[in-house]
């Protein structure tokens, strides 16, 4: 539904009959709304489209992603546990922001989503993979870059989903 909102929205504004076009937040909603969808597979096509369109918009900068955007993105991927993909969209941000094109890095959130999907993830490497995010937000100098209750929890969650009793402890005594 949102999605068919959005594209009634951007239809209105290709025509000419309204000045306000949609805009980063409006797409961002979308994607969040895909991140929050039961069918894993159709919302990670939705959002995936979405960002592509919104990075390909190169004429309007209202519809650039922005770091909000790419949480949603990110929850969705996160909910499909499409962790090697969400790794990935991780590392596209870092390398938008260097080039100047995402006005924040990523930050405590964004890795917090990564290192979830980690935790959903069936790959045999997916402790190792989620404890190297965990430990780059846990060893960066960036204020907004500590951990929180939220990466600690997901960090939990993979250990949960293992059976890692020890660890999950360890973590917690951290905390």
Known sequence: QAQKLLEHMEQRYEKGLTDDSPNSISYSCVIDACANSKD?????????????HMENENHRSNIRPTAITYTGLLKTYANAGLAEEAEDI???????????????????????CVVEAWGKSDDPNAVQRAEALFDRVRNSNHPHMQPNLICYSNLLLVYKQRKMTQEAITVLKEM
């Open 40 to 52: 894993g597979a159709k919302a990670v096509d939705c959002a995936s489209n979405l960002i592509k």
């Open 90 to 112: 991780l590392e596209h941000m870092d390398r938008l922001h260097q080039e100047g094109r995402l006005r924040d890095p990523p930050n405590v959130i964004h890795f917090s």
